[in-house]
């Protein structure tokens, strides 16, 4: 079975929690479609600016979307589909899966074929 | 007659697995299949029979030995020569023309753009030329190096790449070498040059040299060749192998369960390259790992009178407990420091350890960190896995390491001054949320999540009486025993594979074994002693519900009127729900063995049963 890796923005980690809630679940509380939710966070725009003993400096500037990775067991949920957004594979982050690498990377490539990362380059003369 | 025989479901951890299935010894039919998943291969590494750990492993380039299928480049193939292995399966290439590149590249886009720490290899022999060109690229950068393969040596570069981390040849006899380079800048193409001179992309037509099985994989060195035709290949740990873990030199395996973790750490083994550095150096494959190959780095503070360590930033992290990793190895030096910040660096909590005898040195804290622990584990040839844990609550979590002389701590930067050549070996760096550390998660330029084993036999067959029986280890470490108030596991057996407190189930809980009709809880009694008990039984007999642990009786109950006719109502062992503790961890356990009896099985079998 190859599982999904999507890749997710919302407005804020109230957002994000909001619509981990309204994933469906069966009567007893058990999650209809399979998934595991990784919360990255407000990604990192400009790190933060450290002396040499750690102590720092400059506080980072961050994204001001909060980004939620999902891996879903079959199919993506289609009603987060409004958050979905597509970094080049793999983004920041991986959940360690050979087929679910490929399965983003092909679908990556059909959204956007004529990327850099989808575009052959020519041979090395 | 041995208890065995009276068995009607025998999982001790056995060769009969495969991706996807852990069958049991008996029976030999759905009724004994556990189906396993996971769906991660890559982020699960488990320890060996060997006593290594052993990751997933991939080749990331398609057609790794049928050179037909690659571009030519000023140049002409042979196939079907003499190879290093004994077939007749390698390739001469040879130059076409003098003056020129000769060589040979995948076709177009064969390796699609790989990012992060890679090795790159081909095993080569010379012909009449001398020279093998390596060469990974992401136009306009080009990483090469200068193979000799007349003299087994490598051109030295005047002005090497410094995205170049090191390059290695290896000689596997017969003429043959094994050559690689392992570079950390994203890439996507690889090319295979002949040449006649180190340092200079050009051959004399006619020049020739021998390849065979072209690998691109993650990671510091190269490992065992993984053959390929159409697409890129896996092998070691696969996507829903269950793990068979042999930790600690035994010889009969647990089955590793455990919950979803990501390894924040970015770069967990080419320490090098972690975003912080400071008043230390760094040699990458210094030294062999715990994973028994030469990519273990040494670390070697500076003569200043200062802190030394190594680690990275994470900003804006969720609240929870952290927990902060790695193996760790004495050399010149005997002692490492570790430091977790949390709160953005306001809580600070170090741990010095000692690796020359896998012992805790001291604990030193800066402002009033919580929920701070410590562990150090051995994982044999000199090396320990040292971990340290803290509570945070928002803003960033630093993660610091660093190689230290031995004493107690006096300051939470453990200054001192090294003398610039002493050191010691570490590998596998690892941050992760959770109070305490699971199993090593590689990775090598991003943050990686192994996703949750899932081990679940739903055709048990039911029976009036019963007995289960399991033996299991390591439900929650925390300082080197079983922690405290956190020791629930996560045994589950239940109706038609519903929750844990859904109609018709058992589970532990609080040490204490529960059944849940779907209205009210049935409780057996304490099972659970997480100080001294790895091997448990639990029993209805009549309507008695009985619990024996390490050979002795821990409780025998009447079961409520009508319970008795409830408590048989399951068919589902779930080895992988999750129970969490009062921080909200998950936890994760080692199971060696589960026996299940259509009987309720005498006190003296019982006691028989569970003594260690």
């Known amino acids: 079975m190859t599982r999904l890796t999507r890749k997710y923005e919302f407005v804020n980690e109230a957002a994000a929690d909001a619509a981990i809630a309204l994933l469906p679940t069966d009567e007893e509380g058990n999650p209809t479609h399979e998934h595991l939710v990784t919360k990255l966070g407000y ?34 949920d289609v009603s987060w589909d409004s958050f979905i957004v597509w970094p080049t594979p793999m983004g920041i982050h991986t959940y360690g899966s050979s087929s679910s690498r490929n399965e983003y990377e092909a679908k990556y490539c059909d959204l956007f074929p004529e990327s850099l990362y989808c575009t052959p380059p020519e041979p090395l003369e | 007659m041995s208890l065995y025989n009276k068995a009607t479901l025998i999982l001790p951890v056995s060769p009969a697995y495969k991706d996807g299935a852990i069958q049991s010894y008996r029976p030999l039919t759905s009724e004994g299949a556990f189906a396993f998943s996971r769906g991660s291969n890559l982020a699960a590494t488990r320890v060996a029979p060997n006593g290594f750990i052993e990751k997933g492993r991939e080749n990331l380039i398609p057609a790794s030995n049928s050179f037909q299928s690659w571009f030519t480049i000023n140049s002409d193939r042979t196939f079907n020569q003499s190879g290093y292995d004994g077939l007749n399966n390698a390739t001469l290439i040879e130059a076409l023309s003098s003056g020129v590149t000769g060589g040979l590249q995948p076709v177009a886009y064969p390796i699609g753009t790989q990012s992060g720490v890679n090795t790159f290899s081909v095993y ?70 002949i040449s006649n001179e180190g340092g200079v992309l050009t051959s004399i037509a006619g020049d020739n040299i021998f390849i065979q099985d072209v690998q691109l994989e993650q990671g510091l060195v190269a490992t065992e060749y993984i053959g390929t035709i159409t697409t890129t290949k896996t092998a070691g740990i696969l996507e829903d192998l269950p793990r068979l873990d042999y930790s600690g030199g035994v010889t009969c395996p647990s089955i590793l369960l455990e919950p979803s973790r990501t390894n924040l750490i970015s770069q967990s083994e080419y320490v090098n390259g972690s975003p912080d550095v400071s008043n230390s150096t760094i040699t990458s494959n210094a030294a062999t790992s715990p994973q028994g190959l030469v990519n273990a780095s040494k670390v070697v503070p500076n003569t200043s009178n200062t802190f030394h360590w190594f680690g990275q930033v994470f900003n804006s992290q969720s609240s929870g407990n952290y927990t902060q990793t790695i193996f760790a190895k004495a050399d010149t030096y005997n002692h490492i420091f570790m430091v977790i910040r949390t709160d953005g660096g306001s809580e600070r909590y170090g741990v010095k350890f000692n690796l020359s005898n896998g012992t805790f040195v001291d604990e030193i804290i800066f402002g009033t960190p919580s929920q701070t622990n410590y562990l150090i584990e051995d994982y044999s040839n000199g090396w320990y896995r040292c971990s340290i844990s803290s509570n945070h609550s928002s803003g960033a979590v630093i993660a610091l390491f660093g190689a230290s002389l031995g004493g107690a701590l006096s300051s939470i930067n453990n200054e001192f001054a090294g003398d610039g050549t002493s050191g010691i070996n570490v590998f596998g760096a690892q941050l992760e949320t959770g109070s305490y550390p699971t199993s090593y998660i590689p990775s090598y330029g991003v943050s990686v999540t192994r996703a949750k084993d899932s081990c679940v036999n739903s055709t048990v067959a039911t029976s009036t009486d019963f007995t ?40 532990i809980y609080a040490n204490s074994l529960y059944y849940y009709d779907g209205t009210a809880n049935t409780s ?58 009062a ?30």
Not at chain 2, 162 to 186: A, F, H
């Open chain 1, 43 to 76: 990604l990192v725009v400009t790190p933060p600016i450290f002396d040499n003993e750690f102590e720092q400096i400059t506080a980072p500037v961050l994204s001001e979307k909060y980004a939620v990775d999902v891996y879903w067991g079959n199919e993506a």
């Open chain 2, 468 to 507: 289960i029986f399991f033996e299991a280890k390591d439900f929650c470490l925390i300082n080197g025993t079983t922690g405290g108030s956190y020791d629930q596991v996560q045994f589950v057996f239940s109706a038609t594979g519903g929750a844990y407190d859904s109609g018709g189930s058992y589970h």
């Open chain 2, 124 to 193: 080569a022999k010379a012909g009449t030329g001398d020279f093998l060109v390596s060469t990974v690229a992401f136009l306009p950068v080009l990483i090469s190096v200068y193979f000799n393969l007349s003299n087994g040596t490598i051109y030295s570069d005047p002005s090497p790449s410094p995205d170049l981390i090191t390059s290695k040849m290896e000689n596997v006899g017969n003429g043959w070498y094994r050559c690689s380079l392992t570079q950390k800048e994203t890439i996507n193409q690889v090319v295979i040059s």
């Open chain 2, 583 to 612: 921080q909200g961890d998950i936890f994760g356990s080692k199971y060696q063995q589960i026996l299940k009896f259509n009987s309720g099985l005498s006190d003296a079998e019982l006691a028989t049963l569970t003594t260690i």
């Open chain 2, 524 to 581: 057996f009694g304490q099972i659970f002693n997480n100080q001294t008990d790895s091997k448990f039984a639990i029993v209805k007999r009549g309507n008695k519900g009985i619990i024996y642990a390490n050979g002795v009786k821990k409780t025998e109950i009447t079961l409520p009127s009508g319970a008795d006719a409830k408590v048989i109502n399951w068919d589902t062992i779930d080895l992988t729900q999750s129970l969490q503790d």
